[in-house]
């Protein structure tokens, strides 16, 4: 599509975050031929939460043949699962091959985004005070960028050190040292094992169990990389066929414990118990079907909870005293203390401060949950979209594909608009009832639904971060704009 009309009505576009979906945008308007927009990013470089979540081995469960943009696929990665630094190296070449570190302002948070009804415009406050006019705002933060650390009694009193998985702290040696970890979730098993070796012992409080599906990563010989250069088709195969096993996958989370759910759970309850010493295999098999939290992929988690410096508690821990924590009464002595406790996935789009018509904020909008079209778009507030929004987050297959689905509606929504010579888009709040009344009733028969505590959903119980299906139906769902739900103003 050639987005012409969009060229030349060259709107003001404000982007928050220059992560992965912030880059995808700023690339397809580039590509588009449409440089009037401006990202803001907090951090000093791009990558999101490819360049916060540094912490030892960390990587994606995604294989990286898929989880690269389309547009750039690079045909050398080393491995089936790269490792974070490859990953982030990756969005940092896409910014500087498609030029597009001129058009970010790091070190630059943005504040706030209020939308003026009378000029039709909103204006977007940066940490730096300044505040700018935009025509369009798109939020590109994500859901998982602000890092969730629990109150936990008498933290101040600890004499050693604490961080967050997602800050991790690369001047504190912890060879040798008594560490505990807080959470085992998809960040802490990425980083146990190898602390596990490095420490002198490892306490890691695990609040419920979680599914683990072997990783089984393996480097790509000389001979695959060449023919993933010389021969595109090949790589292209090879990434579709990534594709569609992964969205095979999704048969066994479609409609809660189905068949191929329960068989699924055999299987990893087999595989689990054999790889668990009898001394933790009853601690670390779930009580909840796979999927309904995020099933979480390792070669060696289980391996290391079996070792003889890693004692896996599931009590929970009650608080800190000077010298380590303190647990059903009894004090372990650790010299640091790791939280790997996930991050604030539900209230999307803060901290920013958003306004639209009428004066209402996003948050008060998203009370009790959020109600978009294709968590993209809201009604009241016009000219504002949201990439990796509200129910657009999936379990079995690539993000990236999601995001790039979501840049490509939105570039045909402002096309569109500039089509009509209209001054503003926004949803008919009549098509957001009835897109979220089609969502509620799709995710009411997924796994997700079931009865089992998870990031996808909020304090009342609502799944407000998954996407329903798959990853194809989103395609579907996304690939053309239906300009019957949308209002255009002059
Ligand atoms: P997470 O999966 O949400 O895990 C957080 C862990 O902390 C869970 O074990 C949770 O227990 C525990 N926890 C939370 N609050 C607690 C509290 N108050 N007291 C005790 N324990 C508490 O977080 P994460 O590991 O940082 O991963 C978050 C998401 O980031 C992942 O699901 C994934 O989407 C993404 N990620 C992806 C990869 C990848 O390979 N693609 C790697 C890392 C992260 P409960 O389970 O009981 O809630």
Known sequence: MSFSALRHSSPRIIIAGAGMSGLCLAIQLKRAGIETFQVFEKSPDVGGTWLENHYPNSGCDIPSHLYSFSFDRRHDWSQKYARQPEILNYFQTCADKFGIRPFIQFNTGIEKAIFDESEKIWYVTTSD?????????????????????????????????????????????????????????????????????????????????????????YRYPAWAKWAFRWLPFAQRL?????????????????????????????????????????????????????????????????????????????????????????????????????FATGFETTGFLQPMHIVGRNGLSLEEAYQPRPHTLLGMMNAGFPNLFMLYGPNTNLGHNSIIFMVECQVNFVLKCLNAKAQRKSQLIEPKPEAVEEYDHQLQDKLEATIWAGDCASWYKNAQGSIVNNWWGTATAFWRRTRKVDENQLKFEE
């Open 129 to 217: 005070g300044i505040t700018h006019e935009a025509d369009v705002f798109v939020s590109a933060v994500g859901q998982l960028n602000r890092p969730k650390i629990p109150q936990i009694e008498g933290v101040e009193q600890f004499q050693g050190d604490t961080w967050h998985s997602a800050r991790w702290r690369d001047d504190v040696d912890l060879s040798g040292k008594d560490v505990a970890v807080i959470g085992n979730g998809a960040s802490a098993i990425q980083f146990l094992p190898g602390l596990a070796q490095q420490a002198k012992s490892v306490t890691l409080f695990q609040r419920s169990a979680n599914w683990i599906h072997p990783l089984n990563n």
């Open 238 to 338: 090879h990434r579709g066929w990534i594709f569609l096993v992964s969205e095979a996958r999704f048969v066994a989370f479609a409609n809660g414990e189905n068949f191929a759910n329960r068989e699924y759970r055999r299987w990893l309850t087999r595989r689990m118990k054999k790889a668990a010493t009898n001394e933790i295999r009853s601690q670390v098999i779930p009580d909840y079907p796979p999927g309904c939290k995020r099933i979480l992929l390792s070669s060696d988690y289980i391996e290391t909870l079996n070792r003889e410096n890693v004692r896996l508690i599931s009590a929970p821990l009650e608080k800190f005293d000077s010298a380590g924590v303190v647990t059903q009464g009894e004090s372990i002595p650790v010299d640091a203390a790791i």
